[in-house]
Structure formats: C-alpha cells, structure tokens
Nanobody, 123 residues
Framework: QVQLEESGGGQVQAGGSLRLSCAAS????????MGWFRQAPGREREFVAA???????RYADSVKGRFTISRDNAKNTAYLQMNSLQPEDTAVYYC?????????????????WGQGTQVTVSS
C-alpha cells in the first residue's frame, strides 16, 4: 500500500532550474533509502541520485554538480533540485523508495516506484 507521488515537473529553458518533490504515503521514510531515476524516449531507465541520510548521497556522473537530492523525513518527502538543466535532461523522472541491495544504480534494486513526472528542457 506504499504510494509515491512525484510533482514539480514541467518545461524549462536550457540553463534553468526545477525542483521535483516525492511525497510518500503508507510508509515512514526515515529508515529507508530514497532516490530518483529517469527515462528519456527510446532510452533505458537510468539512475540519477539516491540519499541514505543528510550526509550520504550518490549521483550519476551526468548530473553531479548540477542536481542535489534531499529529504524531509518529517514530511515523508524527498526532493531533487535540478540546476543548469540541459536538453539531454529531458525525461520522465521517477521517485524510488526502499533500496533492497547495494546496487543502487540498478532499477531492480528498489522496492517502490512513483508514477513519474515529465521534465522537458528546451534549447
């Protein structure tokens, strides 16, 4: 009965910023790893970022230095701050919860997925 709902997607020009939110229900997220994946048309779903705590996060090389993952456990919500967006960032972004093994870059390692939110970056 765990539900994850992403919001904050939309259209932005290259160089702009967006902040995605992921609200969880049915589970207190404080004890779970949370993360983000994305999938562009014709591409495989790929890892973006994950957070274990306020001091432990990992990022894909393609977004490191531009994106920041964070969480507010009191609100059962995770965030993805995306800066310096480029057209290649255009994708559906998915929130994930509950890492079940150490392979956080693998989509099969995560227990729960949101429905996705579209991010479109125009040049």
């Amino acid at each position: 009965q765990v539900q994850l709902e992403e919001s904050g997607g939309g259209q932005v020009q290259a160089g702009g910023s967006l902040r995605l939110s992921c609200a969880a229900s049915g589970r207190t997220v404080s004890s779970y790893v949370m993360g983000w994946f994305r999938q562009a048309p014709g591409r495989e779903r790929e890892f973006v970022a994950a957070t274990w705590s306020a001091v432990t996060s990992r990022y894909a090389d393609s977004v490191k230095g531009r994106f920041t993952i964070s969480r507010d456990n009191a609100k059962n919500t995770a965030y993805l701050q995306m800066n310096s967006l480029q057209p290649e960032d255009t994708a559906v972004y998915y929130c994930v919860l509950d890492l079940r093994n150490g392979a956080y870059v693998s989509k099969t390692a995560w227990g729960y997925w949101g429905q996705g939110t579209q991010v479109t970056v125009s040049s």
